[in-house]
């Protein structure tokens, strides 16, 4: 188990493509952060919350694709949490295009820039505007605590897809680069499959940096 400072992951893949939804639980006050809603997660992010004995305080939302939005509108109002999310997701978020089902539109409570922070007991995160997977993709950090958010930015051996409408090549490599500034010991909790660290992907990531491209 990463040390987190008290600060406890529980990891809720849901949808069709096993999105991963976050509860971060401070330990400490019992109040917990979501992150992310994708489709069919209610049900188990409600059971979650009962077995943990947490009070969430908020949603965010790393970015607008369908898998990380699915139940965003149900988890908001279900569990009355304020919506946090990217300006330049807030769109998507309120009119979302169709995944393989239709989306309900949710509206954005609190609108994320980049600095901004984002508390949970005597833990603050930092947002970090991290776009080329998605324009507006966030990525909550909390180096003191070695704990990174990114949704879709980073994953083992690689990054989010940029073959998609919205993505950009050149905002995924300054992104890349940007977060080489993170401690090797911050432990990336992405949008699908299992954890990594910063330390184990420093490597392809400074490859990235070196030559400019993609890899
Ligand atoms: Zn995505
Ligand atoms: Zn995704």
Known sequence: MPNHNGLEIVTIPAGPIETNAFVVIDGASRK???IDAPPDVL??????IAAHNVTPIALVI???HWDHIGDAAAVREQLNLPLLAHEREQRRI????AGPEPIAGAPVDRILHDGDTVELGDHTF?????PGHSPGQISLISAADNLMLGGDTLFPNGYGRVDIPGASDDETIATIRRLLNLPD?????PGHGLPT?????RPWMQQVDRTGRLL
């Open 32 to 34: 917990a952060l979501v």
């Open 185 to 189: 010991a911050v432990v990336v909790y």
């Open 62 to 64: 790393t970015h607008a």
């Open 197 to 201: 660290t910063i330390g184990r992907e």
């Open 126 to 130: 930092t947002v970090w505007h991290t």
């Open 43 to 48: 049900t188990m992010l409600q059971q979650a």
């Open 94 to 97: 309120e009119q979302p295009a």
